[in-house]
């Protein structure tokens, strides 16, 4: 997770950008005429010590958050939807000791126009770690219930010793998603300090 000044500085900078969006709305109003929207806060149903943030939106504009925030021993990745002004109780995707906390690589929810939730998420694989070198992969699920349960449908990288598969970005398409992510080449390096990358994809259908 974020350190205490760096959860500082990043909800510093958050609402730095706020106020920017504040300030463009009300100048933007005064020179049309048009009265800006009120701006309120809204409470997150996030745990202690939570991080790794990501937003997602349906085509109806319905906004989904998820984060990871310590369950156990372990991480739990956790979301929630926004409707009616309010955040709904939290719904956890996965959770234990094999989750991985990356500040650039968050893991992350996305809403299809069908209702099917995808979630995707770095993983540590069992084993040991050599120093300077990464040991992750990546993984991603699909919910037909609104997030009450998940099936696990792709991974790669559970052969990564030294290196990192993730970086997902999910793309919905007409008949499912398209995943695009970052993975090292095959054969795999065996140089720990070879971190050569493919940008590679997958595509997912409805079930």
């Given amino acids: 997770m974020l350190s205490r000044p760096r959860r500082r500085a990043a909800v510093a900078a958050l609402l730095s950008a706020c106020a920017g969006v504040v300030a463009y709305a009300r100048s933007t109003s005064a020179i049309t005429g048009t009265v800006a929207p009120a701006v309120s806060d809204i409470t997150t149903p996030v745990g202690p010590d939570a991080g790794m943030y ?24 956790r979301f929630s939807a926004l409707a009616d002004g309010r955040w709904s109780a939290p719904r956890t995707v996965v959770a234990g000791r094999h989750l991985f906390s990356n500040w650039a690589d968050h893991p992350g929810v996305a809403v299809h126009d069908d209702g099917t939730l995808t979630a995707q998420w770095p993983v540590v694989n069992p084993g040991p770690q050599p ?3 990464y040991a992750n992969s990546m993984r991603i699920a699909l919910s037909k219930d609104d997030g009450r349960t998940w099936t696990e449908v792709f991974a790669d990288g559970l052969d ?11 793309l919905p398409t007409p008949s499912g998603w398209r995943a695009v992510y970052l993975t090292p080449p095959r054969p795999l390096a065996t140089d720990p300090h070879d971190h050569g990358m493919t940008l590679s994809h ?3 259908g409805p079930d």
């Fill in 131 to 133: 120093a300077g070198s």
């Fill in 160 to 170: 990564n010793t030294l290196s990192y598969s993730g970086f997902v970005s999910l």
């Fill in 202 to 204: 997958v595509t997912l």
């Fill in 54 to 77: 990501a937003l997602a939106a349906n085509a109806a504009g319905r906004a989904y958050l998820s984060w990871l925030e310590p369950s156990g021993d372990g991480l739990a990745l």
